[in-house]
């Protein structure tokens, strides 16, 4: 590494505002209405809406190769507010590949719930709200739900070689899914 004696910038700068990432090293992934098959439970209208119709966008800092043991990777990903068959737009959630990473989000904008369900189903919920700091424990799947009317923003930090386990979810799902009923957040077991 090459080191510098007198202060640099650094690469890469957050509005903490907004929780817009700005940088050489920093991706876009998009998930669209389209991307989001079998995430919600009502299939068919999910199949009927708008298939370009942005559900949620993340950007990503990975200053270091994807996989490196010891490595952190940043993120931020904001939900777009609405519904699917009543259902709040969501994450698709995913397990780490390495199963016992950890991770923390942080709110920034807007309010939603993030769901955690452990191997054997179990599960919890907690508020995100502007502010609030979340540790994800090992062995945990994670989902943002955007339960307000204004766009959920929350920032990432996991490390660089957790990977992702989206195909558990897409099997089994999780055991709780969030509707809209009278404009307020209901919790249904399934
Ligand atoms: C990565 C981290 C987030 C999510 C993002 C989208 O470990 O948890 O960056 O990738 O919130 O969610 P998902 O479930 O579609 O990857
Ligand atoms: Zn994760």
Redesign the pocket.
């Known amino acids: 590494m090459t080191l510098s004696h007198s202060p640099t910038a650094t690469g890469v700068h957050i509005d903490l505002a907004t929780g817009i990432l700005n940088g050489q090293l920093v991706s876009t992934q998009r998930?669209t209405i389209g991307d989001l098959s079998n995430v919600f439970a009502d299939e068919a209208v999910r199949a009927a809406m708008p298939q370009d119709q942005l559900a949620?966008e993340?950007q990503l800092y990975q200053p270091i190769a994807d996989g490196t043991a010891g490595g952190l990777f940043f993120?931020n990903?904001t939900i777009y507010p609405g519904t699917v068959g009543g259902e709040y737009i969501m994450?698709?959630?995913?397990f780490?590949a390495l199963g016992d990473r950890t991770?923390y989000y942080l709110g920034v904008k807007g309010e939603g719930f993030l769901l955690f369900m452990d191997r054997d189903r179990g599960y919890k919920v907690e508020k995100m709200t502007a502010g609030s700091l979340h540790f994800i424990g090992p062995h945990l799947a994670?989902?943002?739900i955007n339960t307000g009317t204004t766009p959920l923003t929350f920032l990432?930090c996991?490390p660089a070689d957790?990977g992702?386990d989206y195909a558990t979810i897409q099997e089994q799902g999780f055991p709780v899914r969030v509707f809209e009923r009278n404009g307020q957040p209901d919790i249904r077991t399934l």
Do not use: D, P, S
């Not at 994450?91 to 995913?94: D, E, L, S």
């Open positions: 998930r949620y993340v993120g990903t994450t698709k959630g995913h780490h991770e994670h989902r943002v990432a996991w957790a992702h």
